[in-house]
DNA sequence: CAAACGACTTAACATATGTTAATGCCGCGT
DNA sequence: ACGCGGCATTAACATATGTTAAGTCGTTTG
């Protein structure tokens, strides 16, 4: 699955807008580490990844907890608030060294009020992705840590492949010092 | 503040229309446990409590959480399942004797689609709501549960004044015992 | 090439929570 | 009036987690 496609899947009628489209993305190479988007800030880009990885995250004092990693051929921003143009709960950051595509927010709101009959397409899509978010909390408060892990093990086993476990245990809600205990207890 | 007073305040577009969405109403009196809606369930209808109180909850096999209570003078329903026809993740609950005022799902499509200029007040309204979740669920996860009841203390006293202890715990997320235990060391 | 750094594991300790169970209180209904 | 049931508190116990710290292994870097 490449952008063309991501698109066609998840934006019908704004495909048919493709080559305008494609001429808004531009190019950009991040090292590991880099910040796209740090937390209270209103999110005025949206990333399409090429290569590489990026986490979703929300810091406080105590904790840092990933909601999400996203990998190749993925859309990731702060969606929410991206579409509202409100400060965002998360963060996000590149772990891996990565090639974007770049949309800013001004040439997304040209496009929706060129093309009205998107609209509606954007509006399922960020309902869809306050749904996810959803989701996402109701596992942290209703599983137990070795719960998640297991469903880890189960339903995302690329994420174990590919992300350090410091970064698993922050997606987990637990400490690494508190996954590598579950790993060896499981084992 | 009544009925009037707060759809003058989140919808002003639509109250221009008062007198037609008035007859919409209809009352309801429910006694104590009552369920109106469960979850899993498309949620038909939006209540307005004129007494009593309610709550939204998520039950697991574990726990039963609590995510907000709802008193008079408020409306009430899993409005992303009300606004987008998706199952709901919340049940919705008298906890005490109430009276309500319903609106259907019918009456609400029949209101937006007769005056569409009220679209975006809806769109804005089932937003907030979704950041109000958000932010409940932030919550849960950054503060511990002592931190938790401190804020409730602090912010919103009227809840330990009205809703019964063992409710009070599931919205803090622990239950009553250690809900308890925490009282005392604070005393 | 050696040192430094990051990632992961393991151990020891303190602590808060869940669970189960007993007790007391209060209100409600028969 | 009496008894039952729901609610709250308290105690005892088991357990999982966080914290701190130490140690290993591998890679990066000067």
Redesign the pocket.
Known sequence: MDLTDYFAQQFPALMAHWPTLKSKFTAKKVSAGTTLLSEGDVATHLYFIISGAARLSHSSA??DITLQFFFENQIVASFESFYLDQPSGFALTC?EDSELLVLTKTDFDWLRQTYPEVEPEITRFVCERFITYRNIFFNQLEQ???ERYQNLVENEPEILDR???????SYL?????????????L?
């Open positions: 105590e904790r772990f137990s840590p070795v992300v350090p476990l410091h970064l698993v245990a809600g637990i400490t690494p010092v508190s996954l590598s205990r579950i790993r060896t207890r084992k």
